[in-house]
Every structure is written in structure tokens, then in C-alpha cells.
T-cell receptor, first 113, second 117 residues
Framework: AQSVAQPEDQVNVAEGNPLTVKCTYS??????LFWYVQYPNRGLQFLLK??????LVKGSYGFEAEFNKSQTSFHLKKPSALVSDSALYFC???????????FGKGTSLLVTP | GAVVSQHPSRVICKSGTSVKIECRSL??????MFWYRQFPKKSLMLMAT?????????EQGVEKDKFLINHASLTLSTLTVTSAHPEDSSFYIC?????????????FGPGTRLTVL
């Protein structure tokens, strides 16, 4: 079975500072890893994914994530946070391509002006 | 591209009634759609996997007779909450896989807020 852990309920960062949202995973075999963002009362928007290849994945809105196999982590990062980045972020994993996703509990990101 | 819609976006119903939620892939074909349920400030929990032309696969603990899923075409899946009760109140989100491109990525609908009085 696969699972994802997001250890932080909330991350606070000042606008313009770098941000990191943490995610660790557990899966047998090669993981398919995803980051999604959710704004209030909205569905999830796809940010980026890691399937194979380069460990540093670049996604939408300036976000990137680094896949670290030895630490089983897939942390989401952005060099300079914007107030509009404030939202709920979900890390998700699938053991097989195209199969249902197992989501982390979500991390609320608050970017203050 | 890869737009998924849900209808309605919000529904309030009386206890004991049934509610149908539609999930449509607008600009792509989806052989597989997924239905998730999200409680307030909680993560998404997979309810079932909907496959076009066949029976849905339900997750453990999800009553298939209560949450009826139909996936009659490559662009439409429906979730019917039968005999709804207040504990069924939740945010229901569907997702779909693009059959022909990037099939490992799921695209999510905007969600349906169900309130059962």
C-alpha cells in the first residue's frame, strides 16, 4: 500500500521569501508523485509531477519539487512566495500510472505581505 | 485543455432524498474517472473508481448501494447519493484521466458541496 505524509498542518512565510512544503512518501516500487493546490471551495489544480527522470521537477506558477529517493521525499518549493500562493497544498502518490491517488492530509500555506 | 466540470457546484437537499452529481471531461476523453470525498480541513478520500462501460470499483467501507456510480460515456460519470442523510454532507470531487495524453495525470473538477438537512 502507498501513503503520503505531510508533517506540517500550516506553513507561514513572508512574501518574497522562499517557501518549502514538505512531503514524504511510502510506496512499493517506483512512485508516481504529484502536487496539487486547492483554493477555498474549489477543486484541485495540478502543479507538477514526478514520474521518472530528472529529480528536480518544475511546475506551474513557479513551483518546483525535488524527488529524493534515499529520503523518500518530494518537497515542494518556490524561490519567492506570493500572497496569492496562500492555499491548501496536497501531495499525492500512486504506485501505478493512472491509478487512484493517495493524498496527504494537506498543508495550509499562508503568505503574509 | 484538460478541463473537468462538475454539476451542480452546490446542492442542499432534505434527508431521505437522492442527489445526482455529474462529472464531465470537457475537452478530452476519459476511460477512468475517480470520485473523492473531502471533509472540512481534511484530505481527499477515494470513494470509487469509475470505468466507462463497466461497474465501478468501490473502496473498502464505501456503500455501493448508497453511492451509485454510472460512467456511461467517455466524458461523463455520475455519482448519485441515494437516501441522503446529514452525515453524507461533504465536498465531493471527481477527477479524470486523459485517455490519449499524460495518462498518469488526473485532472480534477471544481467539486460539489452537498448539504443534507
Amino acid at each position: 500500500a502507498q501513503s503520503v505524509a505531510q508533517p506540517e498542518d500550516q506553513v507561514n512565510v513572508a512574501e518574497g521569501n522562499p517557501l518549502t512544503v514538505k512531503c514524504t512518501y511510502s510506496v512499493s516500487g517506483n512512485p508516481y508523485l504529484f502536487w496539487y493546490v486547492q483554493y477555498p471551495n474549489r477543486g484541485l489544480q495540478f502543479l507538477l509531477k514526478y514520474i521518472t527522470g530528472d529529480n528536480l521537477v518544475k511546475g506551474s506558477y513557479g513551483f518546483e519539487a525535488e524527488f529524493n529517493k534515499s529520503q523518500t521525499s518530494f518537497h515542494l518549493k518556490k524561490p519567492s512566495a506570493l500572497v496569492s500562493d496562500s492555499a491548501l497544498y496536497f501531495c499525492a502518490v500512486s504506485a501505478l500510472s493512472g491509478y487512484a491517488l493517495n493524498f496527504g492530509k494537506g498543508t495550509s500555506l499562508l503568505v503574509t505581505p | 485543455g484538460a478541463v473537468v466540470s462538475q454539476h451542480p457546484s452546490r446542492v442542499i437537499c432534505k434527508s431521505g432524498t437522492s442527489v445526482k452529481i455529474e462529472c464531465r471531461s470537457l475537452d478530452f476523453q476519459a476511460t477512468t474517472m475517480f470520485w473523492y470525498r473531502q471533509f472540512p480541513k481534511k484530505s481527499l478520500m477515494l470513494m470509487a473508481t469509475s470505468n466507462e462501460g463497466s461497474k465501478a470499483t468501490y473502496e473498502q467501507g464505501v456503500e455501493k448501494d448508497k453511492f451509485l456510480i454510472n460512467h456511461a460515456s467517455l466524458t461523463l460519470s455520475t455519482l448519485t447519493v441515494t437516501s441522503a442523510h446529514p452525515e453524507d454532507s461533504s465536498f465531493y470531487i471527481c477527477s479524470a484521466r486523459d485517455l490519449y495524453r499524460a495518462s498518469d495525470t488526473q485532472y480534477f473538477g471544481p467539486g460539489t458541496r452537498l448539504t443534507v438537512l
